[in-house]
């Protein structure tokens, strides 16, 4: 998947200088896997809560920071204990990057759960571990969900929908494509159609050119089926 949207999109935008292109991404599952927390929580016998996803994200954060000072007491708790990418997206992020494509992280972690911080820091470890370089702050950018109040155009008043914040981003470029792994990340159709989303069947018809889905057969919009 992320083969096909580097050979297509960004092969495309690096060969046109002109265009002002983007990548609208989603974090979790799609970047960055959460095999190594459903594994923690399947060994202690916990449920998932909120509560437990802030404690790993603080302590994914917190192994980022003591990797960065480079102290021997910090190798019991590498970061690599608690999050890994998903096979690609480093890869696809170094050719977007190097191809003057924006990268857009639209996540639903809520704006004080210092989301942009693990997100940012995440990404950039790895980055830099991989490339010994890092992305850019006119590069990367992260849009978070908003639990408390809307003083910002990128945020969505605590709404789950990602759409408000995407298609606000969406029209400061010229091309863009999605990325995600529920097909929540790529329309709104299913949960508010009523709303102004993108129809099932257009984001159908563009899989694989304008809409890339991953697949998660861990959890997603398809256990409401099952």
């Given at each position: 998947t992320?083969?096909l949207?580097q050979?297509?999109?960004?092969?495309?935008?690096?060969?046109?200088?002109?265009?002002?292109?983007?990548?609208?991404?989603?974090?979790?599952?799609?970047?960055?896997?959460?095999?190594?927390?459903?594994?923690s929580?399947?060994?202690?016998?916990?449920?998932?809560?909120?509560?437990?996803?802030l404690?790993?994200?603080?302590?994914?954060?917190?192994a980022?920071?003591?990797a960065?000072?480079?102290?021997?007491s910090?190798e019991?708790?590498?970061?690599?204990?608690?999050?890994?990418?998903?096979?690609?997206?480093?890869?696809?992020?170094?050719a977007?990057?190097?191809?003057?494509?924006d990268?857009?992280?639209?996540?639903?972690?809520?704006?004080?759960?210092?989301?942009?911080?693990?997100?940012?820091?995440?990404?950039?470890?790895?980055?830099?571990?991989?490339?010994?370089?890092?992305?850019?702050?006119?590069?990367?950018?992260?849009?978070?969900?908003?639990?408390?109040?809307?003083?910002?155009?990128?945020?969505?008043?605590?709404?789950?929908?990602?759409?408000?914040?995407?298609?606000?981003?969406?029209q400061?470029?010229?091309?863009?494509?999605?990325?995600g792994?529920?097909?929540?990340?790529?329309?709104?159709?299913?949960?508010?159609?009523?709303?102004?989303?993108?129809?099932?069947?257009?984001?159908?018809?563009?899989?694989?050119?304008?809409?890339?889905?991953?697949?998660?057969?861990?959890?997603?919009?398809?256990?409401?089926?099952?």
């Open positions: 992320f083969a949207a050979k297509s999109f960004i092969g495309e935008c690096g060969e046109q200088p002109t265009l002002r292109c983007a990548v609208i991404i989603d974090y979790d599952d799609t970047l960055v896997s959460s095999y190594l927390f459903e594994k929580l399947q060994e202690t016998n916990t449920s998932f809560s909120r509560q437990a996803a404690q790993w994200d603080f302590l994914t954060l917190q980022i920071n003591c960065s000072l480079q102290t021997i910090c019991s708790s590498a970061p690599e204990r608690f999050v890994s990418m998903v096979p690609g997206a480093l890869e696809f992020l170094h977007a990057v190097s191809a003057n494509v990268i857009a992280v639209v996540s639903n972690k809520e704006d004080f759960e210092s989301a942009p911080e693990v997100i940012r820091a995440v990404l950039q470890y790895f980055y830099f571990k991989t490339f010994k370089t890092r992305i850019s702050s006119e590069r990367l950018h992260v849009q978070y969900r908003n639990g408390s109040s809307c003083t910002d155009d990128l945020h969505d008043c605590g709404s789950e929908s990602k759409r408000h914040r995407q298609k606000r981003f969406e400061m470029y010229d091309r863009v494509i999605f990325f792994d529920d097909i929540n990340d790529l329309t709104c159709a299913l949960d508010y159609p009523d709303t102004d989303c993108e129809q099932l069947d257009d984001v159908v018809r563009e899989l694989g050119r304008r809409y890339f889905l991953l697949p998660n057969p861990v959890y997603g919009h398809w256990e409401r089926r099952s």
